[in-house]
Structure formats: C-alpha cells, structure tokens
C-alpha cells in the first residue's frame, strides 16, 4: 500500500462507507416501491422477501461498521438531547413496514404512555433498528414492543413469538460483554455487543446503561431489553 | 393512552397533515437520491417540489421562492455544503419564519455531524430513510411548529415577558414541548438577567440527573456575571458528564482568556475544535489565541481553516486571505529549506487568488501589493519588497480616498519592514490619523512599533522574559540581566522587557560595586523604549523608573 493510502486510509473508509450506503439506500428505496404480491407467495415474492431481508441487514450491517471504526477512532459522536420513545419506535416500526408486510409479521406497540428519555438519538434510533430487523426475521408473525419507566431510568423490551435464542448464544453474550469470548465472533453477535455499546454510553450519575438477551418474552419467543439511565 | 398502533397501521404512505399549499425545495448532489426524496414529497402532497444539486442553486432557489421545506444534503459538491447553506440563508433572512429546515447526511462523522448541529437546522435526517419515516417526522416537526408559533414569533421579536408567560404555561400544562420551553426559558432569563429564576429552573432540572443545557445555563450565568471561577468550575464539571459538549469548551476557553490563562485556554480550545472543526468562528478564535501564546505553526492551521470554511460564503472576505499571508510570512520565517519554500508558495498563491477574486476593488490591489511587500521582507527579499511597495504607493497616489486609517497602518507597517522606519513614525504621526482612529488601532500601531518582529521570535523573546522575572523573584539579579538581555537581541523595542532590565539593574546597583555600569544600562533601556509617550500603557512605569534613576545619579553626585 502507498504511503499515502495508509496515512489517510480514514478517508478511504469513509468515502467507501458513504458510498456502499448510498447505494444500499437506493436498493431500498426501489425495494419499497415494488407492490406487494397477493398472499399467496409466489418464487419470486419470497426472493424478493428474502433480497428486502439482507438489504436491511446489509444497510445496519455497514452503519454499525462505521459507528465501530468512528468509536475505535475516538471519533464517534454523542450528544445527548431529550426525546420521546415512542416517537423513535414509531420511526423504526415504519421504516421497516414494507419488509413486515412482506413478510407477514405485526408489530405492536403495548406501551400506554410516551417517555421522554435523555439520549443519543441516532445511536439509538441505529440500535433499535438492528433490534427490530433482527425480532422480524425470527417472530413466527408477531413482535411486541414495550416500555418501563423504573426510578432508575427507562427500558425498552422487544419481544417475538419465534424459538427463542439458543442457549449458547445467550451464553456467548454475557461472555462478550464481560470482555470474553471474542473469538469466533460472528456478525449477529457483534451487533448484540454494539447495541451494548451504545446502551453503556449513555450514563448518569452512578447508573450506566445495559442491554440483555434472553428468552423471557411476553409472546414465548426471544426478548431484547435496552435499559438507559 | 396513545393509539400508536392505529396511527402507524394507518398506512405510512398517507399522511394525516395536507401539503396541497406547500412547496418543498430538494437539494442533493446526486441525481438519484434528488429524484428519489423529490417522488416521496410529491406523494406525500406537495403541490410544488423544486430541486437542486449545489449550494449556490439552493440560495437562488430561495431569492426566487419562499419555501415552507428545504430538505437539504450536507455534502454538495465543491461549493457550499448543507450547513453553510443554512447559515446563508439566515443571514439574508430568506427563510420564512415558520420554514422548515432538514439538513440530511449520510455521514455519521463526527466533525460533520457537529457541524451540522451546530448550525441548528430544523431537524437532521439520517440517510438512509423512507418515505413512511419521512412523512412522520414532517407531521411532527410541522405539529411542532404549529404549537410553538407564538413562542417563536415572541422569541424573533425578544418579547420575553410575553415568551415566558407562554413558556411558563405550556410547561404548566404538561406541554409536549416542555423541554423546548424550558431551554427558551434559559435564554429568556440570561438575556433579562432574572438570576434567582434561573437558578431555580435549572436546579430543579438537575436533581434527578445531569442534563447539558441546564447545567450550561448556570455557566453562562456565572459567565455573564464575570464570575470567572465559578464559571471555569461548573464548566469544567460539564465536561466531565458530557466530554462533547462543544459549547462548554469554547466557553471555558474565552474565561481562560479573561484570568490570562492563555495556554491552557489554548488547549482547551483545541479539544473544542478536534469534536468540531468546520466552524469558523471557533477557528477564528484559535488564530488570535495562538497568536497571543506565539504558536505561529497553529496560528496558521487555524488561519487556513478558517479561510477555507467561509470560501464561497457570503462571510467570505480579502482579509481572512490577508491574515492568512501574514501568517505564513510570520511562520516562513522560523523554517529552512522545502518547507520555507512550501509556506511562502501558499502565501503566494493566496495572494494570487484574492486579487483574482477581488480584481474589480482597488483598496484589496493596495493590500495585495502591502502585502506581498511584507511576505518579501520577511525573506529578505528587498528589491522585490521595494517593487511592490511602490506599487501600492503609486496605486495609492492615484486613488488617495483609499487612505483610510487600516490601510495607513498596513503602510506603515509595510515601510518599517521594508527598513524605511522613519518614514513610517512620520506617516503615522502626520497624517493626521490619531483623530480618526479607533482606540484599537491606535493600539495595534503601538503594539507593532514595541515589537516588529515575527511572531516566534516574539514567543521567544516573551519566553525568556518570564525566565527573567523568576531570576528577578528569587532575587538572583546577575542571572536576571543576563537573560533579559538575551531577549532584548531577539526583541529591542519592546517596553515590557527594557523596563525589566532597568528594574533589575536598579536593584543590583544597591549591592554592586559597579553603579556606573548599572546606571548604564537603565539610561540605554530607556533609550531603546524613546517611542513610548504619554498615551502608551507603559508611560507611567518608565517615569517612575526614570524619575527613580534621576535621583539616583543626583543623590550620588
């Protein structure tokens, strides 16, 4: 590699990164305007299914990619502004709206009040949406969306009518955010373990917050909690 | 209850809120994004949707039409980007009051994001994003201006009375709002000074937990209050909560400056402008605060910034290039080799570009041709720095309105670095000047006659002063002269440091068997420092001296 490559290979990450987003964001946005099929599912619909699935992996895949490289540089922004919940859920529900009718899951959102939180939105908004795409593609057909104010601070509960995760897998998590386990990573992990990032910035006083994995849904599948302080 | 779910099954596509009237304006370097965002408003029921690529179109855009959206890309090519753009069109007041303002970006940089905050656009849309999304968050921001447009018409027009009568009610009625309320509230009572109503308001907020703007708030009271520690304090303590808040770093910085903690202040600054480069007037502050601690090589980072970041904007002027040449002249100097040759080019080609630039404005020929004058000087280039200015002396005998009291200072300055220091003193004092000029300029005349040299030498110089005066506390006065007379080689003129050797030469010739010697020294100190008269801040300490010396030889005689 050029000297020149290598001193400014930041630039390069970024200008590589801007441009795989913008075309997946196309991709997206042509995905959204294909009509829906009947219920009856065609070959093709289900390959569409299945390209909409991966282009929004894909498309959270490259935003945690570069939100890590930005935190591993010490150049990843966080502000801290005040928001409402729901408002941030909402948006998620509805940018992925088209993949759940497509493929046949329902969200619902139980949450009776609105809370106003202090927070990063983009990070979070980025969290709840890897979160969500993950609880569509292993409900059964439904997904379940909560909130909990405590003293302590708020939680945030995504729940799915699927399997449930397997135990390893909840066993590898709790090793990785104690720092362990690293090898042998995969990608759904590490967007469990950057979801537990983000959670862990956010701070106040004492409290730090958290996010856990486990089988404790309402709906008898898997349960994702987000807590911030 | 909110029935979420009924809203959002709705149908994303269809919105509660009617855009029939409204026009939108798109702007995005690329064609398809542009065409893209343009087909979602035209479904969501915009009657008028006008694009975009550039920075330059959208202001056109806006002299020609008042829209109620502009969605706008940060990254616009090479002209303006989003955020400059917003900043333009406040600044020509081409926004309507209730217009909304989306800045969107793909980048999640964080100089870029910060950048874009800092501008306080309406919102900030993160690519990539759908139309059910986009269509939420315009329902919202349109809900929200349509709550808050009293508060904002009172605000525009610094009714705080009024402001604070709704603010305080919507509060009261558990506003959706409240926050935004609350954070006008801060504003209100630092500009109407209500401190105790202040204090309460914020206290109450940070009860529970640690919140930017409330704790902000405190600071700036302190801050407008000339409560110097306690303001360095509670910023300090924000800082420790929230190590982003790039607000509290250029705060802290300007209290630095005002106990003349100037380096500190200096670094404090630089973390301010590592989170969030692509401000100007942060960069701007950097130059004269790197100016003030000698740092030429970060005075010129920070010059160039700052150049670069009001290019192509209407904040855009002759003199940001100016400073900048003046700068490099000043950093040239300390160097060798390629990299003198490298910083004089840059001055060059800046020269170059802003008489192109300018070409149709005489008064920046006349500077061009000054201070390309200068920049040779400094290189010892004389026959070059002669030639141009000669230049700038004839352009001005053609055009004698041009001899506005900066441009006889940049003269003056101009021939005392060209050797010509006598005509200089001459022109200062003859022209009839002193009375037109502000008491700043006349200052800028007598801090450059104390002290025509660059500004390293000048950091040196100021270096070897302080090592002076520890010498001089710890009574060690032999040591004392020794070094102030090493900074007087690099700096003869300057007041500060003749007065210094003078003092300490008094005070040794009490124990020095050699008065003469000492006696000597004071009267050729006072010699160098002639140009100190009665309106320079030094007068009074050299009469003093002066009168102490007088007496002195009297008294021996």
């Known amino acids: ?229 | 209850m909110v029935d979420i779910n009924t809203r959002i099954r709705s149908g994303p596509t269809k919105s509660s809120h009617s855009y029939a009237e409204y026009s939108a304006l798109v702007a995005d370097e690329f064609e398809n994004s542009r065409q893209s965002i343009r087909q979602m408003l035209v479904a969501l029921g915009f009657s008028l949707v006008d694009q975009t690529s550039t920075g330059k179109g959208v202001v056109e855009a806006c002299y020609a039409r008042k829209y109620d959206l502009v969605l706008c890309d940060f990254r616009l090519g090479h002209g303006k980007n989003g955020q400059q753009v917003l900043e333009e069109l406040r600044q020509l007041k081409l926004l309507k009051s209730d217009a909304i303002f989306i800045v969107v970006s793909a980048e999640t940089s964080r100089d870029v994001v910060f950048g874009i905050m800092e501008s306080h656009p309406d919102d900030y849309l993160s690519k990539p994003f759908t139309q059910g999304v986009l269509s939420k968050r315009l329902e919202r921001l349109f809900a929200q201006n349509n709550a808050l447009v009293d508060m904002k018409e009172a605000q525009a027009k610094q009714d705080f009375s009024r402001l604070q009568g709704l603010c305080e009610h919507h509060i009261a009625s558990q506003g959706r709002y409240s926050v935004w309320c609350k954070k006008a509230l801060v504003d209100t009572f630092l500009a109407t000074q209500s401190w105790s109503e202040l204090t309460r308001l914020c206290e109450q907020e940070l009860q529970e937990r640690d919140i930017e703007w409330a704790m902000l708030g405190m600071a700036k009271m302190h801050l407008l209050q000339e409560e110097w520690d306690l303001a360095i304090q509670s910023l300090e303590s924000i800082l420790k909560s929230f190590p982003q808040s790039v607000e509290s770093y250029d705060l802290l910085a300007s209290c630095l400056q005002k106990k003349g903690r100037y380096h500190k202040a200096q670094q404090v600054l630089e973390e301010g402008i590592k989170l969030s480069p692509l401000v100007a007037s942060r960069q701007q502050n950097m130059v004269n605060l790197s100016r003030e601690n000698g740092d030429i090589q970060s005075a010129v980072k920070a010059g160039q910034q700052a150049l670069k970041l009001t290019m192509n904007t209407i904040n855009e002027s002759p003199e940001e290039y100016f400073q900048v040449v003046d700068l490099l002249a000043d950093a040239a100097v300390d160097l060798e080799g390629r990299d003198r040759k490298k910083m004089t080019d840059d001055a060059l080609l800046a020269l170059s570009k802003v008489s192109k630039k300018y070409s149709d404005l005489h008064e920046v020929r006349v500077k061009k041709a000054l201070s390309e004058s200068r920049l040779y000087s400094a290189q010892g280039h004389n026959k070059h720095a002669q030639a141009s200015l000669s230049t700038a002396q004839a352009l001005l005998k053609e055009s004698p309105e041009l001899k506005t009291p900066d441009i006889v200072i940049e003269l003056g300055k101009t021939l005392f670095l060209a050797g010509q220091k006598g005509e200089a003193i001459q022109l200062w004092q003859s022209d009839n000047l002193l009375s037109d000029m502000s008491a700043e300029q006349e200052q800028a005349i007598f801090d450059f006659i104390d002290e025509p040299i660059p500004m390293g030498a000048r950091a040196r110089a100021k270096s070897l002063n302080s090592q002076g005066l520890n010498f001089y506390a710890k009574k060690d006065y032999d040591e004392a002269i020794r070094v102030f007379e090493a900074a007087l080689e690099i700096s003869p003129n300057q007041p500060g440091l003749n007065l210094n050797l003078a003092q300490t030469a008094i005070k040794k010739m009490a124990t020095s068997p050699n008065k003469r010697a000492m006696l000597a020294k004071c009267q050729e100190a006072f010699a160098r420092i002639s140009h100190v008269k009665e309106n320079h801040k030094q007068f009074s300490r050299l009469q003093a001296l002066k009168n102490y010396v007088a007496k002195y030889h009297q008294d021996s005689v």
């Open chain 1, 1 to 229: 590699m050029s000297s020149f490559m290598k001193n400014d290979f930041h630039h390069v990450m970024i200008a590589s990164m801007n441009d795989m987003k913008q075309s997946v964001n196309l991709l997206q946005h042509t995905l959204e305007k294909i009509p829906l099929g009947d219920t009856e599912k065609s070959e093709e619909e289900s390959d569409l299914t299945s390209i909409h699935y991966e282009v929004s992996r894909m498309q959270n895949s490259i935003g945690q990619l570069h939100n890590l490289y930005l935190l591993e540089k010490n150049q990843l922004s966080f502000q801290l502004t005040d928001a409402y919940l729901l408002e941030l859920i909402e948006e998620q529900v509805i940018a992925h709206d088209v993949l759940c009718r497509r493929v046949g899951v329902t969200i619902n959102l139980v949450a009776k009040h609105d809370i106003s939180s202090y927070l990063d939105v983009n990070l979070l908004s980025h969290v709840l949406d890897i979160a969500i795409v993950n609880a569509i593609r292993y409900s059964k057909d439904t997904v379940q969306i909560d909130l909990q104010k405590t003293q302590q601070g708020t939680s945030i509960i995504i729940d799915d009518n699927g399997r449930g995760y397997p135990e390893e897998r909840l066993e590898h998590f709790s090793e990785i955010i104690k720092g362990q386990g690293f090898s042998g990573l995969t990608n759904q992990m590490l967007a469990w373990y950057y979801c537990y990032l983000v959670a862990s910035m956010h701070k106040s006083r004492e409290q730090q917050g958290w996010v856990r994995l486990s089988n404790e849904s309402a709906l008898g599948g898997s349960r994702f909690e987000i807590f911030l302080p």
